[in-house]
């Protein structure tokens, strides 16, 4: 780290961007196993936002996998290594104000404590709660049966753990309630967390 001087005391701040984009930004980190209904809820989401006005911005665990942490693997040190750049990225979008929605199975206590750290008080955490079982069902990418077979290692709700949230901020059962309840509770929650209200 010898030769590194950040300039944070240079730079706008957060506020600054808010007042532009007349939003406020904020990191909301979906969380829950493959099938759960993580991705299908966080596109619609974010479209419906973008157009009500806002500006958002999807990472998605798949798609960050292929960019910018498409040299890490599935073991624990990798998988915590995966979160902690999603984390770091998704805490600069916020502080520009940018309503941030980010997809990402995030399976324990100790990976999503460190996404929070990173991100502090921008961090707004969604459980996508689905049984196991009802995940399986789903597989719309085949994914559990693959892993059933052996052919994936450490697969989280099969050879890897997955820990449910103890206190997320909210909590979405796609299996009790419909694509629409789910849809229209996340899209309403995110728009009283990030309205913008001038001090003028």
């Known amino acids: ?79 915590r290594e995966n979160i902690r750049r999603a984390a770091e990225v998704a805490k600069l979008f916020a502080q520009c104000g940018v309503i941030t929605i980010c997809s990402l199975i995030s399976p324990t206590q100790s990976i999503r404590q460190m996404a929070r750290e990173i991100i502090g008080d921008n961090y707004f955490e969604v459980f996508i709660h689905c049984p196991l079982e009802v995940c399986e069902q789903r597989d719309v990418k085949g994914l559990y049966a693959k892993a059933r077979r052996g052919e994936i290692k450490d697969f989280t709700g099969i050879s890897s753990p997955f820990e449910e949230p103890d206190h997320p901020h909210l909590k979405i059962s796609t299996h009790e309630q419909s694509i629409d309840e789910s849809h ?17």
Not at 34 to 51: D, V
Not at 53 to 63: A, E, F, I, P, S
Not at 184 to 200: A, G, P, Q, R
């Open 184 to 200: 229209n509770l996340l899209v309403n929650t995110i728009l009283e967390n990030t309205s913008y209200h001038s001090e003028i």
């Open 1 to 79: 780290m010898n030769n590194i001087y950040p300039i944070f005391d240079t730079i706008l701040q957060q506020t600054d961007k808010e007042t532009l984009l007349r939003q406020k930004g904020k990191v909301i980190w979906m969380v829950g196993l493959s099938g759960s209904g993580k991705s299908t809820l966080a596109r619609a989401t974010e479209n419906t936002l973008h157009q009500q006005g806002k500006v958002t911005m999807l990472l998605d665990g798949d798609n960050l996998r292929t960019g910018v942490n498409n040299n890490l693997g599935f073991s624990e040190e990798e998988r």
